[in-house]
């Protein structure tokens, strides 16, 4: 069952709110201000926070890092004069922004797709459903192979290397394999490692002591510590420095670390879960990875098939891309067969991703019911010449295992 933390100062809005997410069969916890919230937080991780921007005590976005930090979703609830607060947690990575008053419909769709991606572990994991798996979607065989793959892998403690190109869903096959875990009700946390500058990155990996350097006024828990018993998702991991690979190496081989300027090591029990788009073997060669932790990531490899090789996969997800907009909006779009015949047509280079944001542009444009080829400006009529097989992408000497090919 998904667990929502509430943060909202007004006692009716914070009720209603609190009903609508029973209503969608999550569990609730309550608080009026930030120190509460902190409290509830310390109680049980939530999967979901929706907290308003502005409190009488304090503004909500420390909230919001801790909860993004932990690996929970997060939407914010804004008054109109909010705007620049409402900027600033979307800057932070939060899932959504909700106007107030809060649009009901709205915040349904999004209770009802978090219930959808918390799903209880079934009996038989290997036996996965043909088009859906956990949070994931399609009936390709492809997909199926990837599916079978993740439910052998996932009730281990293995360290798994997900391979793919970008937007492929790489993150979703790490909550799969968390979900699916002994660690599921431990913490998830995701980490993007090209998107913190390498000065802080130590830091943000394995934290530091308060006066470790300038600037450092406080304790700080790094990831390693915080997703302690959980999952630690390391997306990109190419693009992490040379030298912190090392003491990555260390952790993965020993389960210990150090804070930055401490003297205490400090035990982490954490499975790791790496990801990169980039071909592992050109990225050792090219001196982006170190060959020593690409063989001690890569002890279970898991490729993931391009959209363009997952044949009527695509229609699937853009019917379900449609159908989420359609909940969340209230009406009943639908594609025009010329648009479904243009969208099996495309080569998607940017995978699941572009077909998302093209669904969602032919959404806006649709002004009669009908999603027609026209709208689909971004998606040209004919198939580019693109070289396809997943070999092309991560080389003909990878680790990949032959049945992710078949």
């Known amino acids: 069952m998904p667990h929502v933390l509430i943060l909202e100062s007004d006692k009716a809005s914070r009720e209603a709110l609190a009903a609508l997410a029973r209503d969608h069969g999550c569990s609730v916890a309550v608080a009026d201000g930030v120190k509460n919230a902190l409290l509830q937080f310390d109680m049980r991780k939530p999967d979901l926070l929706l907290a308003d921007v502005r409190l009488p005590d304090e503004e909500g976005m420390g909230v919001c890092r801790e909860a993004l930090g932990a690996g929970s979703d997060v939407v914010i609830m804004a008054d109109r004069q909010d705007t620049d607060n409402a900027v600033a947690a979307l800057r932070l990575g939060v899932k959504d922004y909700l106007r107030k008053p809060v649009c009901f419909r709205r915040l349904g769709a999004i209770l009802k797709r978090l219930a ?15 088009g859906h798996f956990s949070c994931l979607f399609g009936e390709s065989e492809a997909m199926q192979v990837v599916y079978r793959q993740i439910a052998r892998v996932a009730p281990s403690d293995m360290t798994v290397f997900v391979l793919g190109e970008s937007g492929t869903g790489k993150e979703l096959v790490a909550h799969a394999i968390h979900d699916r875990s002994a660690r599921r009700d431990a913490c998830f946390l ?37 997703a302690h018993r959980g999952t630690l998702f390391l997306d990109e991991i190419t693009e992490m420095p040379m030298d912190l690979q090392v003491k990555l190496l260390r952790v993965l081989e020993t389960g210990c670390f150090m804070r930055i300027g401490g003297h205490q090591e400090r035990i982490s029990d954490v499975r790791v879960i790496a990801a990169t788009n980039r071909c592992p073997e050109k990225a050792v ?114 680790l990949v295992d032959a049945d992710f090919h078949s």
């Open 116 to 130: 959808a991606r918390k799903p209880s572990v079934p009996t038989d994991p290997d036996a996965p459903s043909p």
């Open 190 to 226: 995701a980490v993007n490692c090209g998107a913190i500058s390498a000065t802080l990155i130590e830091s943000e990996m394995f934290g530091h002591e308060r006066g470790s350097f300038t600037g450092a006024d406080r304790q700080h828990k790094g990831f390693f510590e915080r």
């Open 285 to 398: 060669k090219e001196g982006r990875l170190r060959e020593d932790l690409y063989y001690r990531l890569a002890v279970f490899p898991l490729e993931l098939p391009a959209l363009r090789s997952r044949g009527d996969d695509v229609l699937l997800l853009a019917n379900l891309f449609l159908d989420e907009l359609n909940a969340e909006a209230g009406t009943q779009h639908c594609f025009a067969d010329e648009a479904l015949e243009r969208l099996r047509r495309h080569d998607w280079p940017g995978n699941v991703r572009e077909l998302r944001n093209t669904v969602q542009r032919a959404y806006i444009m649709a002004d009669d019911g009908k999603l027609k080829a026209s709208f689909l400006s971004a998606v040209p009529r004919g198939r580019p010449s693109r070289k396809a097989p997943s070999r092309a992408v991560f080389g003909e000497g990878s």
